[in-house]
Structure formats: C-alpha cells, structure tokens
Nanobody, 128 residues
Framework: QVQLVESGGGLVQAGGSLRLSCVFS????????MGWFRQAPGKEREFVAT?????????DYAGSVKGRFSISRDDGQNTVFLQMNNLKPEDTAVYSC????????????????????WGQGTQVTVSS
C-alpha cells in the first residue's frame, strides 16, 4: 500500500524560499510518476509540477511557477522535492503530492483524477 507524507511548509515572506518534501512509503517508488498540486481557499486544486518515473528525466510546470519552482526526486530516499523560490502571496495554498504508476504523459499528469494516491498536504503561507 502506497502512502505519501509531505513536509516543509510554513510561513514565509514574499521573495523567500521553501523546500517541500514528499516521502513515499511502499514498493517501487522509481516506477511512479509524481506530481505536486496546490489548493487555495475557495479554489479548486491545481497542477503545480510533475516529474517522470525512473530517475525523473522529464518535468512539467504550470506557467505561474515556471522559473521559480523546481521539482526533483531522489529514488534512493523515496522522496520527491519541490524547491520554491521567489515566493509570492498568490502561492499561498495547501500543497499536496500525488503518485501515479501510468506512463508519463505530461498532459495527463496535469489532471488530478490521473493519480492513485495523495498525501495529506502541507500549508504554505506567503505574506506580503
């Protein structure tokens, strides 16, 4: 059974940085594509970034975070990371990671219903 646990959220001033971690419990982490999503109050959950399985050779980013956020993975530690730089107040949300064992096609990995497993989320608050 796969479980995901996020950490690293917190309160930061605009322009600051945070690094989120998502630890995968279960078998064959390197066979799973991973995604980060976020949900702000009163809004739908939205795609942030995804990374392919087997070493993470392919990545995809939402336009709103491209150039500021970076997704990576460490298959030896069963962990996926989201490095967030130059944070803005509009980045405030609960950030969740998700896992999928399907072939990595960026368009599908942007869809929330594409994933088998979700973490509980970690709150990121950016003050102005």
């Amino acid at each position: 059974q796969v479980q995901l646990v996020e950490s690293g959220g917190g309160l930061v001033q605009a322009g600051g940085s945070l690094r989120l971690s998502c630890v995968f419990s279960g078998r064959a982490f390197k066979s799973y594509g991973m995604g980060w999503f976020r949900q702000a109050p009163g809004k739908e959950r939205e795609f942030v970034a995804t990374i392919s399985f087997d070493g993470g050779g392919s990545t995809d980013y939402a336009g709103s975070v491209k150039g500021r956020f970076s997704i990576s993975r460490d298959d030896g530690q069963n962990t996926v990371f989201l490095q967030m730089n130059n944070l803005k107040p509009e980045d405030t949300a609960v950030y969740s990671c998700a896992a999928s064992k399907t072939s990595y096609i960026p368009y599908y990995y942007r869809q929330t219903d594409h994933y088998d497993t979700w973490g509980q989320g970690t709150q990121v608050t950016v003050s102005s």
